[in-house]
T-cell receptor, first 113, second 111 residues
């Protein structure tokens, strides 16, 4: 099993450009999440989804949009990239809540110049 | 305000030593997870604890969930260089549908 696959692995954007990060999971998980990880600030939740066709805001949603059109995919969009969005982005999925734990992808390192 | 406080933030020890890291909160969690993350990779789940007072062992790692389900500890016996990494705890409040992560403890085990 591939688990959780994130593409791309690295990207450099200019301020104001847009892009979409793709997350795909092959474990038939209901729940999917997008986190960003910055030095000294841990993992912060951007948006999440509790099932196909649903999305919800997390702790730091501003400047990002998401879509979950298919159960296996969760897309994270940056409409107009800013240097403050330079970070490592992690996608995760879980079978259910209540202690099943998350399976993470290997991350996307994004630099906005 | 950080919901989950992890301590210490950094820990550097010699191979063979024992250590304990902590995860504390004022909130009650329905479950708590521990993850280990290596550079350039995503976090990997080590264990989930769900019952107050629960103790789980994974080889040389012992995890404990506080009686009130507000805190947890991770104890490593006879640490090895392969234990080096960032240890993260994550808690899920009842019916939240999502977990909150602590900032992590960076562990370095020197040969």
């Amino acid at each position: 099993n591939a688990g959780v696959t994130q593409t791309p692995k690295f990207r450099v954007l200019k301020t104001g450009q847009s892009m979409t990060l793709l997350c795909a999971q092959d474990m038939n998980h209901e729940y999917m999440y997008w986190y960003r990880q910055d030095p000294g600030m841990g993992l912060r939740l951007i948006h999440y989804s509790v099932g196909e066709g649903t999305t919800a805001k997390g702790e730091v949603p501003d400047g990002y949009n998401v879509s979950r059109l298919k159960k296996q995919n969760f897309l994270l969009g940056l409409e107009s990239a800013a240097p403050s969005q330079t970070s490592v982005y992690f996608c995760a999925s879980s079978y259910a809540t209540g202690g099943s734990g998350y399976t993470f992808g290997s991350g996307t390192r994004l630099t906005v110049v | 305000t950080q919901l989950l406080e992890q301590s210490p933030q950094f820990l550097s020890i010699q191979e063979g030593e024992n250590l304990t890291v902590y995860c504390n909160s004022s909130s009650v969690f329905s479950s708590l997870q521990w993850y280990r993350q290596e550079p350039g990779e995503g976090p990997v789940l080590l264990v989930t604890v769900v019952t107050g007072g629960e103790v789980k062992k994974l080889k040389r790692l012992t995890f404990q969930f506080g009686d009130a389900r507000k805190d947890s500890s991770l104890h490593i016996t006879a640490a090895q260089p392969g234990d080096t990494g960032l240890y993260l705890c994550a808690g899920e409040e009842t019916n939240a549908g999502k977990s909150t992560f602590g900032d992590g403890t960076t562990l370095t085990v020197k040969p």
